[in-house]
DNA sequence: GTATCTGCAAATCCTTTGCAAGTCA
DNA sequence: TGACTTGCAAAGGATTTGCAGATAC
């Protein structure tokens, strides 16, 4: 594993499933991957847009949805009223969302293993637990924790 | 347990706080607690409406606002979109989404309660799970698995 | 009486779409 | 060349907000 994530396999997949190999397409591809986090469709946006001034934000989302539906890219909801994407290929993990302060927790995928094989043996529902986050309180806003009151 | 929540309890918890009991607020609830299932705003909306034609969508969302941040309503998000409520104490369960078809799976509470203790004790984190969809297949959907061709 | 609520209309935010022009293969 | 892509502008849906009038207590 090293820090520049593999563009490459993207890119070839569009290719060898006959899409176009765009300046627009390899500048979102490479927005999205020096992202280390999850990354908005504004954000890949803003970045794209910095050095090529006249892309335009439905090309972005247009970019997304294939990218989404060839499965290359995941989504992922952290309840913050908008989508956040992940290339498919950097690691995975799973994120705990506090409501309160709104902290990210990143945890690993192993953590929710057993979770998974209980939803399928019992439900036959294979869980895709990497596309949302698991909302809460984080142990600090557990402390602080008295709200309530008016306004 | 009867067949009719207890809208009481709400509305005990309004008054207490120092809120008004508007006839637009017990309409709202009332239209909560009458689903079964989680209601959207607009749901709410058209029940209430229905009655009282001229209350606005406005005042659905101002008051469901009200309520959760006194803890009388929980959000839950199943990724349509479009955030759905659920009166507090109305009965807990989970859901599993499929992304494919749409259909959500019921799933008792205490399925996940092992899940809650591995977070708060390795992760120090309280665990919301009530509040958000578990995505995934389910049993039909993931048999004609098949996509991910062009259009 | 008066601070709290509401209705209305307009605004906002994120995302999608129609269409004509541009471009990759 | 010609189908695939893009930019632009406008539409869309969910939710929020400013404000003046209405109302619960």
Redesign the interface.
């Known amino acids: 594993m090293h820090d520049m994530h593999d563009t490459g396999g993207i890119t070839e997949r569009l290719i060898e ?2 899409y176009r190999l765009t300046p627009q397409r390899m500048m979102i591809l490479s927005a999205m991957e020096s992202s280390h986090d999850h990354i908005s469709a504004e954000e890949i946006y803003a970045q794209v847009a910095a050095k090529y001034p006249n892309v335009n934000i439905s090309t972005v989302y247009r970019t997304l949805e294939l990218l989404k ?3 290359l890219v995941y989504e992922i ?1 952290l ?1 913050e009223g908008r989508i956040r994407y992940h290339a498919e290929g950097s690691g995975h993990h799973h994120h ?1 969302v ?2 309160d302060c709104g902290k990210v ?1 990143d ?1 690993d995928e192993s ?2 293993s ?2 998974k094989d ?2 399928l043996r ?8 990497r ?9 600090n806003c ?1 402390r602080k924790q008295s709200g ?3 306004k």
Do not use: N, P
């Open positions: 499933k006959g539906k060839l499965g909801d309840g705990l506090c409501q927790i945890i953590t929710l057993s979770l209980i939803l019992d439900y036959k529902f294979q869980a895709e637990l596309h949302v986050g698991i909302f809460g309180l984080c142990e557990r309530g009151d008016r």
